[in-house]
């Protein structure tokens, strides 16, 4: 497989093909991320993503998932997006769901038929980062878009029937919004209902705006509790219908799975007893993006 630059991949995808579409991410302002600080987004040529598609055949036939990488790759006009869907389909047969990162942009750029169209030819999940339901947050970090956008964007893939993975991020309010950014966040989850939420937590990145902003005592880390207070309070705002509401992350300081709304309950006594200290969190040093 030909591969340009890190390759980034959400955590479910850990056992997928991964098929390289685009290098560098559309938005590439996030103050918090460095995935692609100082990497181009680029378009790769349609004969390269061929070649790797036919090599993933030979040696990776049975692969029953793959996922368009890089950032957004959804920026892909349909036209393309469908060529490169219809081989997957006539090459690796076996590929039952074909993932791929989204956001509001790419997704505004698209039809409700047109994600319908891709949901026949295979799209199967579209990860779509929010990180926070708190406008003002959203705002800080350059999200370049506010909850209404995010929420308009992730109904819509719905709607052509496309499941979505949300990605939230904690801690990433700092300390004075952390109530706000929980219980913000908890709305918007709760208006989207999605079928998967996975919630990390803020690691500061050298090199980042956010990382400066800390730095320059501009921004401030909330401790390790308070992030576990935060995740309770989301968890508390969020009502889904069907959901599984994931903070197993390795950023994490607790790992939670939780069936949502059966496990509700539970998951939030499991963290109150965490929280008056009767369980240990996962130290400092085993954490990892
Ligand atoms: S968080 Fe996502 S949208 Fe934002 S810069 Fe990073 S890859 Fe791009």
């Known amino acids: 497989m030909h591969y340009q630059g890190t390759i980034y991949r959400p955590p479910s995808e850990a056992n997928s093909i991964l098929l390289q579409v685009t290098t560098g991410c559309s938005h590439n302002k996030c103050t918090f991320c460095g995935m692609y600080k100082g990497q181009r987004f680029t378009i790769k040529p349609e004969e390269r993503v061929l070649a790797d598609i036919e090599y993933a055949a030979t040696h990776f036939a049975h692969a029953r998932r793959l996922f368009l990488c890089d950032g957004d790759a959804l920026t892909l006009g349909t036209d393309r997006l469908l060529t490169i869907l219809r081989a997957i389909q006539a090459k690796l047969p076996k590929v039952t769901r074909v993932g791929i990162y989204a956001n509001s942009k790419s997704l ?22 929010l990180e926070s339901g708190d406008d003002v ?50 709305r918007v989850l709760s208006a989207i209902d999605p079928e998967f939420v996975g919630a990390l937590s803020l690691m500061l990145e050298p090199g980042t705006v ?12 909330p401790e390790p509790f308070a992030i576990l207070q935060e995740l309770r309070t989301m968890i508390a705002a969020t009502n889904l219908s069907n959901g599984l509401f994931h903070a197993n992350h390795a950023s994490n300081y607790l790992p939670i799975k939780a069936k949502l709304p059966e496990e509700k309950d539970s998951t939030l006594g ?5 929280l008056s200290g009767t369980m240990a969190l996962k130290p400092e040093y085993l954490r990892a993006l």
């Open 108 to 129: 505004r750029s698209k039809s409700v038929e047109e994600l319908q169209l891709l949901s026949r030819h295979g799209l199967g999940i579209c990860y779509i980062g």
């Open 137 to 186: 947050t959203l705002n800080r970090i350059n999200k370049g878009a506010d909850g209404k956008q995010i929420i308009t964007a992730a109904t819509k893939t719905k709607e052509a029937g496309i499941p979505v993975s949300i990605t939230v991020l904690l801690g990433v309010a700092g300390p004075e919004r952390s109530t706000i950014h929980a219980t913000e966040t908890g």
């Open 210 to 221: 956010l990382y400066d902003e800390y730095q320059a005592g501009h921004f401030a880390m």
């Open 270 to 274: 499991l963290l109150d007893r965490a």
